[in-house]
């Protein structure tokens, strides 16, 4: 009929949509290629976890602002890992839930570990299916807090939003996860074996985290997490252990 396309007619693009495509096609392929040799290093690190210099970045990784992505700095992600690396023994698991930062800087520090320094055992709790390149990777979805299997020692936690629903799921995933604690004799064995929680989130969240996780004994730290390209928010780090940190005052307790 007259005034209707034939529905042979090719469809033609644009030169700007097809410039677009080509851009979309090189970018993917050249991230694909990227993610290749990172699994290839990541494979070769696990053979032989003591290899010298040979580190893994979140450089690889790039931020999903879209998704509640924001690494934290190197510096940061260290000083979080160290504080759960410290005096934990072989037969423990310690979670990091949302943060892969630190995660990659826990797997970086125990490669550059003596052989004589335990190793406990790690998992990632992660929407992220990139990260599924680590065999320690297990996908997350925080809106259904209790699918998933075993029992952790110690947790890092980083909720990916700031309000109450991914707060709360994220808590019920600690408590899900979280090994009974034990009863010990002396302050030595109560810092070594207790259950170690450390939570970073917004300032605003202070007051519902600290509910939340009341039976954990958290608190609030003076230690100021950053960002590695910063952050509009004013970030807590949350504890409930003598990390070497400071207490912030905390009204109403």
Request: overall charge negative.
């Amino acid at each position: 009929m007259a005034g209707y396309e034939s529905d042979d007619e090719e469809l033609t693009l644009s030169s700007t949509t097809l410039a677009a495509l080509q851009e979309f096609y090189v970018e993917r392929q050249s991230r694909e290629e990227e993610f290749a040799t990172l699994k290839a290093r990541v494979e070769a690190l696990s053979a032989a976890a003591s290899a010298e210099g040979q580190k893994l970045s979140m450089e690889a990784f790039g931020e999903d602002w879209n998704k509640s992505q924001f690494w934290y700095s190197e510096e940061t992600a260290r000083f979080l890992a160290n504080k759960l690396l410290e005096g934990a023994t072989e037969d423990m698991t310690i979670a990091v839930v949302s943060a892969p930062s630190v995660f990659v800087a826990m797997r970086n520090m125990l490669n550059e570990a003596p052989p004589e320094q335990p190793r406990p055992k790690l998992i990632l709790l992660e929407h992220d299916n990139r990260f599924a390149i680590f065999p320690e990777f297990v996908y997350y979805d925080y809106a259904q807090p209790l699918k998933l299997p075993g029992t952790c020692d110690r947790f890092v936690v980083d909720p990916p939003f700031l309000n109450h629903d991914c707060q709360t799921k994220t808590a019920l995933t600690v408590g899900w996860l979280a090994r009974p604690p034990t009863t010990t004799t002396t302050t030595t064995e109560k810092q070594t074996q207790q259950r170690r929680l450390i939570l970073c989130t917004g300032e605003r969240m202070r007051t519902l985290v600290l509910r939340l996780y009341k039976s954990f004994g958290l608190r609030t730290t003076d230690y100021e997490p950053a960002h590695a390209r910063g952050l509009s928010n004013e970030f807590y780090c949350y504890a409930n252990f003598d990390g070497g940190w400071g207490w912030r005052q905390e009204d109403g307790e």
